[in-house]
């Protein structure tokens, strides 16, 4: 059974949770997620959608297109800008849940860094990670 990830944003208006147990944890470094944090890269972790919810308040959403074409669904707080979660419209079964938004951002364990043909010069990665060029690999199941 998965314990419950807590987190929000942080003004505190808005509060989530998830019952799920994680699917992923990576580190994306492509120029959206950068832009998205205004930091080297996202690190996030994908939990069933089915599992994620708002607790408190509302989370504000912008669309934006990925590389492959594929819509992208940002969401934040309105009040403060922290970023809160993120929907791939192909992937409707998952959310990504930035790290820093986690009241225990020790939750999220990466396994990879993707798109680190954008990397920063000045990003340091965590060289026992695996590293992705640009999309993750396709699961089969």
């Known amino acids: 059974m998965a314990e419950t990830l807590t987190g929000g944003c942080g003004c505190g208006a808005i509060r989530y949770e998830s019952t ?7 580190n994306c470094h492509c120029r959206a997620c950068q832009q998205y944090t205004g930091s080297g890269f996202v690190a996030s972790t994908l939990v069933p959608s089915a599992t994620f ?3 408190k308040g509302a989370v504000r959403e912008y669309k934006t297109t990925g590389e492959n074409g594929g819509e992208i669904f940002r969401g934040f707080c309105e009040n403060c800008g ?5 929907r791939l419209a192909r992937l409707p079964q998952v959310v990504g849940i930035p790290a820093g938004s986690m009241d225990d951002p020790s939750y ?6 993707l798109f680190v043909r954008d990397v920063q ?3 340091c990665m965590n060289a026992a990670l695996k590293k992705i060029e640009t999309f993750p690999p396709q699961r089969s199941d």
Request: charged share 20%; net charge negative; proline share 17%.
């Open 20 to 26: 799920g147990d994680p699917i992923v944890a990576f």
């Open 53 to 55: 919810k708002i607790v």
């Open 82 to 86: 922290s970023p809160i979660a993120t």
């Open 108 to 113: 999220h364990k990466p396994t990879m860094d």
């Open 121 to 123: 010069p000045w990003d």
